[in-house]
């Protein structure tokens, strides 16, 4: 019989060397820490007491039970956030979302801009929607201002939110597979976004902050190069959509990952706050491009697509088939376009009267809106967004009790956050 | 051009009252809420698609309750929740935009709060997703909801002591309005009035930890 060898742990070296000066020096013997137990520290438990009864119900360990922090650098996390999970094993029991990382104070940057260039200041929120983070301050100051933009600025305002929102959807069908494990999807997502954004640095001269929306118009009239740009993006967009569309919708590890994952419903998510495709995609018919028509949406055909089964999948084709609509609307706006000026007059400095207005869109995310006060001053007194994925980042600790790890993260990607819109 | 030389309107003035005729488009609304909250609601007011209400923050849950489950009223879901600073010596809205199937208006219910003693009863009851809006405007404003389970910052580190949205919150590097007006305070260190974000008692934040120790 062979005795048994034991080869040392280092750290356990140093515990025993700290145990034998501990007792050479007459004191107390260490006590036992998370790590005795669990191999390594355990993350995420605050040095203070909890300031809430939710607080401490998340950071109470019941027996086997561990924190993990997912983030803040975590590549699924899509930005700069801190996800603190219980888990038992590899089964999630509760999560906690730790926002802020990311926080710049937009709202109050903005209360101190004057009305045109709160323009460049949201841009930077929603990275990936930023057409619509800025049709919906100029919708409210429009409101608050009392002028109208221009027809064609209109319809101009109408196709490129629509571009935005195909490339946003695209890039969060690659994501999503990426998340997964599946490396191509987000590169044909990146070449429809990288044609789409080409396009609209054509027509605003800038790829991804845009800055191109203005109180009654836009910045620039359409010229040569971005119809050019967008009728070669038009004559192969649907054969690309369905390309990535067939590498990802029948792949089976996707639909093992997707179906029946995260499912909500549409109660729920009303109760939640959720809105814009992860809400449609659990059967509300809620666009507010429906509800509440702003532009020119009431010229346009759509209908409002819905999905009933509310998990991943659900939200997965709900986005391909918005990606659809928004083709279909892009070619009616184009048809339809109007002649005309892009800019209504308006005073270099933009002073309303006092008063209160409410701007809200749908942006690929969501109910984006904005809540303006005027004071009568050169800057909104009261600047307030809302943007939808911060709303919708609740749904998260509602919904993965229950799932493993590695699945928190294909669920989060299908409600498709961007942090620098939940973090402001 | 004339009201571009406008003075700016002294905090407590903003927004104009208009008179009750309410665009066609929000009229059933604005009789159908003049019939069902004649007294609670204090003012009314619309503009092109938004009809607006005022309220007592204290009855906040009361007005918003009935206005959900009100099947001819039916306004199912927030749209936003966030909260407005009228300046010091003022008062504290929190305006909530409700969203209806039934009405093609936005409903806009402005609760009032106290500025000295900022408590307003939680939505949360009501609608889940008003925890993080909540949280929010605790973080920045200083307001404390009553019955939340969850009232911690959302944004500022845990232990951050002011409320940065505040229309008195002033940055140690505000030029315009501390003590060293005139200079470039980054460069000067020494001229920073520290002490008031230090030293200032954040209200709800030394309960809650204390209450814990």
């Known amino acids: ?424 | 051009m004339a009201n571009l030389r406008r003075p700016r309107a002294a905090a407590g003035g903003l927004g104009r009252r208009r008179s009750l005729t309410a665009p066609a488009k929000a009229g059933a609304l604005v009789r159908l809420l003049l019939d069902r909250f004649g007294d609670l609601a204090t003012d009314l007011w619309t503009d092109e698609d938004t009809v607006e209400v005022r309220i007592d923050g204290a009855r906040n849950v009361e007005l918003l309750k009935a206005l959900r489950d009100d099947p001819d009223l039916d306004f199912f879901y927030l749209a936003d929740a966030a909260a407005v600073d009228y300046g010091v010596g003022e008062r504290f809205e929190v305006v909530y935009h409700l969203y209806s199937d039934k009405h093609p208006a936005w409903l806009r219910v402005r609760a009032t709060v106290s500025r000295d003693a900022p408590h307003i009863p939680t939505a949360t009851g009501l609608w889940e997703g008003a925890m993080f809006h909540e949280r929010e405007m605790y973080d920045m404003m200083g307001i404390i909801f009553d019955g939340n389970r969850d009232l911690r910052r959302i944004y500022m580190s845990p232990d951050y002591r002011s409320f940065p949205q505040r229309r008195d919150f002033l940055l140690p590097d505000d030029a315009a309005d501390s003590s060293a007006a005139g200079v470039k305070p980054l460069e000067r260190p020494e001229t920073w009035d520290l002490s008031r974000l230090s030293e200032e008692q954040a209200p709800g934040v030394v309960a809650h930890a204390e209450g814990e120790a």
């Not at chain 1, 669990?38 to 924190?67: I, K, N």
């Not at chain 1, 709303?391 to 009790?401: G, W």
Request: glycine fraction near 8%.
């Open chain 1, 1 to 424: 019989m062979t005795s048994e060898v034991r080869i040392p742990d280092p750290l356990d070296l140093d515990r025993e060397e700290e145990a034998r000066l501990r007792a050479a020096a007459g004191l107390a013997p260490a006590t036992p820490t998370v790590r005795d137990y669990a191999g390594f520290e355990s993350v995420g438990l605050p040095d203070r007491p909890p300031q809430t009864e939710r607080e401490r119900e998340v950071y109470t360990l019941e027996e086997g039970e561990m924190l993990v922090n997912m983030g803040p650098q975590h590549p699924s996390t899509h930005g700069v956030m801190r996800l603190v999970v219980k888990v038992r094993g590899e089964v999630v029991t509760d999560i906690d979302p730790v926002l802020g990382y990311l926080h710049r104070g937009i709202e109050k940057l903005c209360e101190n801009a004057t009305y045109t260039t709160v323009m460049t200041y949201v841009d930077p929120m929603d990275y990936l929607a930023s057409m619509h983070n800025e049709h919906a301050p100029a919708i409210a100051f429009e409101k608050l201002f009392g002028i109208r933009a221009p027809r064609r600025a209109e319809y101009i305002r109408a196709l490129v939110v629509e571009l935005n929102r195909v490339f946003s959807h695209g890039l969060m069908m690659g994501f999503l597979a990426l998340d997964m494990g599946g490396i191509t999807p987000i590169l044909y997502g990146f070449i429809n976004r990288d044609e789409i954004v080409d396009m609209l640095s054509a027509i605003s001269g800038q790829r991804m902050l845009f800055n191109f929306f203005r109180v009654g118009g836009v910045n620039f009239d359409a010229n040569d190069e971005f119809f050019s740009r967008l009728g070669t993006w038009r004559a192969n967009v649907l054969k690309n959509v369905e390309m990535s569309e067939r590498v990802i919708t029948d792949n089976e590890i996707f639909r093992a990952r997707t179906i029946g994952m995260g499912t909500l419903s549409g109660k729920d998510a009303i109760s939640l706050g959720v809105s814009g495709p992860n809400l449609r995609a659990s059967g509300v018919a809620f666009d507010v491009r429906r509800a509440h028509p702003y532009s020119i949406y009431p010229e346009l055909e759509f209908e409002v697509i819905t999905h009933s089964a509310g998990d991943s999948n659900a939200r997965y084709l709900q986005r391909i088939a918005e990606i659809k609509q928004s083709i279909h609307l892009i070619d009616q706006i184009v048809d339809k376009m109007p002649h005309g000026p892009v800019q209504a007059q308006v005073p270099g400095i933009i002073r309303p009267k006092p008063g209160r207005a409410y701007g809200a869109v749908e942006s690929p995310r969501g109910l984006y809106s904005v809540y303006a006060i005027s004071d009568g001053g050169p800057n909104p007194y009261r600047f307030r967004m809302r943007d939808p994925s911060f709303v919708s980042l609740q749904a998260i600790p509602k919904l993965m009790p229950g799932h493993l790890i590695a699945d928190t993260m294909a669920v989060m990607a299908s409600f498709d956050p961007v942090m620098g819109g939940v973090d402001k």
